[in-house]
């Protein structure tokens, strides 16, 4: 291995600490020296930099660091050392600065979450840092360690770390930071919440952050075909501790998939998990993104959302109904992302005006303009809201299986969440439903005094609202049992069972 470094201008160059590549020589003057096996380079050699490298193996590089030539090992650099070194502190990368100000330290600047030029810094790396301090190298230095950045009360993501969320109308590229911001996503059930909060996490974990989905529905287990994301069913009484423990090595992600537990049973693990969670931030950093599926259920103004330290940043909310959700989280919202509105929904609106810095009435205007598509705004370009077509994924979005019945993640729902099938006048038929395929298939086979009894009551619509809450398909069940009665004729019952039928087998088929 051969080093340089200075010392009265005398300089040797020495490979594997017996192959020497420069001549020594005590001559005065510039030519290379040596003493003992220490190795002392000094000014520039005069010797052209192609004929010092001729000597040099090729399993070597070499490079100029400011006036010294510097020749290393193939592979080894300042990233390579770094990444060594957090490996054996269990540490990550995105939970680092580094600081440097030569040549040298491209690959160092480069392997940390934010890379910092010294205030002498090469013009080179000054341009590449993503901060450059002021002052000398040493007060830049001491300022930064007590600094706000350090403290966290100060923020700065780095443009190189960062998420696509689509494009724009232009065709321009649609991001978001992926590091030290909240995120809000919210919009009507099946309009694409989940395919879009499962696109963010799955690019954070493809950069190396460490992300913790709490999954209420089972959208996200896909996120398990990529490298480093576990998958742990909560219904198998995997207790929290050793569900967060996978985050021991950096990288690591895992996906707690609730979608089998009753609603109180989920409010009541996450609480425990948000425990582990922070425990974890607190001690080494990870994970540095918590994505929470159906946030209105799971943390609400309850226990779990004072649980979760949002003004530590790294956390996703996702939600058909923001205005359940706590001050204390919204508030450290620094980014809404509306999905898929089509309409002027006041409650979203108002969220969105919020954040975004708009008028309620603007906010509406923007979400029933944009369709299908998604409509970001951010706290850091307040009256700004863009339209953008959300990009591709690269694992499967697998959308509340277990409701729709298509051989899903968890399966039916069990017990008394089922729906029970009763005849009129209130007589228990023996046949109970799990999903919505299920009851698609009952419904188109029962008696017709089934319908009179449950339409009415608003059965069906209710049962749907309160174990899967697909807001989409309720409403237009509830549509449908207005149209029975206790006494409609069997030509507006059957009626009523086709449509019904086709509302239910048709939400299996939506993206």
């Known amino acids: 291995m051969a080093l340089s470094c200075r010392a009265r201008g005398r300089c040797a160059l020495w490979l594997h600490r017996s192959t020497l590549l420069l001549e020594p020589s005590s001559a005065a003057g510039g030519s290379p020296g040596v003493k003992g096996k220490s190795c002392l380079p000094a000014r520039p050699p005069t010797r052209s930099p192609s004929s010092l490298r001729s000597g040099i193996s090729a399993s070597t590089t070499s490079w100029w660091n400011r006036d010294a030539l510097m020749v290393l090992p193939a592979g080894v650099t300042k990233a390579s050392g770094l990444a060594a070194a957090l490996g054996a502190l269990g540490l990550s990368r995105h939970n680092t600065i580094g600081v440097g100000d030569a040549e040298n330290d491209h690959s160092l600047l480069d392997a940390c979450e934010i890379g910092v030029a010294a205030a002498g810094a090469v013009d080179a790396l000054r341009a590449r840092a993503d901060l450059v301090l002021d002052g000398s190298a040493g007060s830049g230095i001491v300022d930064l360690l007590g600094g706000s950045l350090l403290a966290g009360s100060e923020r700065h993501p780095p443009v190189r770390w960062s998420v696509r969320l689509g494009t724009d109308a232009s065709g321009l590229a649609v991001t978001l930071p992926a590091s030290q911001v909240n995120v809000l996503v919210a919009g009507p059930t099946g309009e694409g919440k989940s395919y879009l909060a499962g696109l963010f996490a799955e690019q954070l974990v493809t ?16 996120l398990g075909d990529l490298p480093g994301v576990r998958v742990v069913d909560a219904s198998a009484g995997t207790p929290p501790h050793d569900a967060v423990d996978v985050l021991c090595w950096p990288g690591e992600s895992v996906v707690v998939d609730l979608s089998g537990l009753a609603p109180e049973e989920q409010r009541a693990r996450v609480e425990q998990l948000a425990t582990e969670i922070e425990a974890e931030r607190v001690a080494r950093g990870v994970p540095q993104w918590v994505v929470v599926e159906e946030a209105h259920r799971a943390l609400g103004r309850g226990r779990a959302a004072a649980l979760f330290d ?202």
């Open 207 to 222: 950069l190396g952050y460490s992300v913790v989905v709490l999954d209420a529905e089972g959208d996200h287990v896909g």
């Open 310 to 511: 949002t003004g530590a940043r790294g956390c996703m909310l996702v939600t058909w109904r923001p205005d359940e959700l706590a001050d204390g989280p919204v508030d450290d919202v620094d980014a809404v992302v509306i999905v898929g509105s089509g309409s002027a929904d006041l409650r979203l609106a108002g969220v969105l005006a919020r954040i975004a810095g708009v008028d309620v009435q603007s906010a509406a205007a923007a979400m029933a303009e944009i369709g299908h598509r998604g409509l970001i705004g951010r706290r850091s370009a307040p009256g700004v809201l863009v339209a953008f077509d959300p990009g591709p994924r690269r694992t499967s979005h697998y959308r509340h299986e277990h409701k729709y019945g298509t051989g899903g993640v968890t399966g039916d729902v069990t017990g008394d969440r089922r729906f029970y099938l009763r005849s009129d006048p209130d007589v228990p038929t023996g046949v109970t439903a799990g999903n919505l395929a299920e009851l698609a298939v009952v419904l188109a086979d029962c008696d017709p005094g089934v319908l009179r009894h449950h339409c009415p009551r608003g059965d069906f619509s209710r049962w749907i609202e309160d174990v899967f809450h697909d807001r989409m398909v309720v409403e237009q069940v509830r549509e449908l049992e207005r149209a029975v009665t206790a006494s409609s004729p069997s030509t507006d019952v059957e009626r009523a069972r086709s449509a019904l039928v086709a509302v239910l087998s048709g939400a299996r088929a939506r993206p």
